[in-house]
């Protein structure tokens, strides 16, 4: 029987919030162990970093140009051919999503047979004045068992903190009806009552560590009593007042160190609490004799800026916010590779759909623009990479674009013009913005060159071919997939 496939999935961590990964207070045992043991991809980004956009890269396998979405925008229906649900499907795979899918209509299924759905707390679904079938009572299936186990006037907001704050505390109930535990014990589940004549591809789709910032009270002390790592700033950052223009879901601000602290603690902690549960999911997985059966693929749709730079949240081309863990574990070595390796080669949310697929012995669509893993991890020597990729996010005034090679990162701001290089080997934090600095003309030169070349030909009209040009209107979609 073909092995296994598992995409375990979480939303907006940040790519260096991995021990393994040298982060200097986040405990992660068991990541670090699948990444020991597995495949550890280093330079791996979402090219338009935040959720929607993302998770059609995952979906489809295809570059944001061509799957449409280059923003966030709520409420578009989507209508894509292949999907990689629908390839494990048709390949003979039973298939099933827990957790968080971020589609529209809320309760499309995208190729899966099933969905059991949490897609977390965002305003469109609570809409209340939206059509009753839309409604988060009616398509979400976390908030139903919530309200079974909790009380049936429980909701997701009893603990007074937003979907997009840093305003932090503990989980308010028990740490088994957290959506973090409800994710593996769903999933669980479905190891019970799979059709286990076939073999299976399960999306484990967690919504933490996104805000709110509730881990269990466990989670949240191990880190609150730390002295923990600051937030980087750059040299180029704008300078803020403790306070300054900061809201509850703001996109930027300088946090006061006790506000800060409490953030970065939550949100560490709801990383460790997915950890655990993970192992717990692993261990249930060996028990019903599947471990050594299946390949496992770790990842984050997007990071966070956490305070770095005085910047919050996502959408935005910096590493906090577009870089992401990329982890392959083999732990039946279907894979002939290198175990423990580390690969530096640029890696995107596109390529999950093909290296997956790959891994199973299917035929990638020819709708994919994603590259397959399997051979670099297998014969890293002869396989030639691509050389860069190309991210984007539409975000009003700060509406930008980049390149990067996981080594140097060029950044253009289309609606003010303004640039940015980073020698990322030297300054892997982005502390001194290069742009004016002679010895580095020539990359930024090339680098904008790129740029131009991908951008060509594009609706908002960013370039003539020979410039690129300022205060074109940033689309969210692009008008082929309306």
Known sequence: ????????????????????????????????????????????????????????????????????????????????????????????????????????????????????????????????????????????????????????????????????????????????????????????????????????????????????????????????????????????????????????????GKLDKTALKKARAAYYGSITHIDHQIRRFLIALDEYKELKNSIILFTSDHGDMLGDHNLLRKALPYEGSAKIPFIIYDPGNHLKGEKGKVFKETTELMDIMPTLLDCAGIDIPNTVDGLSLKNLIEDEKNVKWREYIHGEHAYGEDSNHYITNGREKYIWFSQTGKEQFFNLEEDPFELKNRISEEVYKDRINYLRSLLIKDLEGREEGYTNGKELIIKRKPLDVLSHIL
């Open 1 to 252: 029987m073909k092995p296994n496939i598992i995409l375990i999935m979480v939303d907006q961590m940040r790519g260096d919030c991995l021990g393994i990964n040298g982060h200097p207070d986040i405990e992660t045992p068991n990541l670090d162990m699948m990444a020991k043991q597995g495949y550890n991809f280093k330079n791996a980004y979402a090219a338009v970093p935040s959720c929607i956009a993302a998770r059609a890269s995952v979906l489809t396998g295809m570059a944001p140009k061509n799957h449409g979405r280059v923003g966030y925008k709520d409420g578009i229906p989507w209508k894509y051919e292949n999907t990689i649900a629908s390839e494990f499907a048709k390949a003979g795979y039973h298939t099933q999503c827990v957790g968080k899918m971020h589609v529209y209509p809320e309760r499309y299924l995208c190729g899966f047979h099933n969905v059991v759905l949490h897609n977390g707390y965002f305003l469109f679904s609570r809409g209340r004045n939206k059509e009753s079938g839309t409604q988060f009572e009616q398509s979400d299936d976390y908030l139903k068992w919530f309200k079974e186990k909790e009380g049936a006037s429980v909701d997701l907001t009893d603990i007074g903190l937003d979907r997009n704050s840093w305003v932090a505390r503990p989980w308010g109930y028990k740490e088994q009806s957290h959506p973090t535990n409800w994710v593996v014990s769903e999933s669980i589940d479905f190891l019970r009552r799979r059709d286990n004549t076939k073999p299976f591809f399960l999306k484990m789709s967690f919504v933490r560590p996104h805000s709110p910032l509730d881990p269990p009270q466990f989670y949240y002390d191990e880190y609150i009593n730390k002295d923990l790592k600051e937030p980087v700033l750059g040299e180029w950052c704008e300078d803020l007042q403790v306070g300054q223009g900061l809201d509850i879901n703001a996109k930027k």
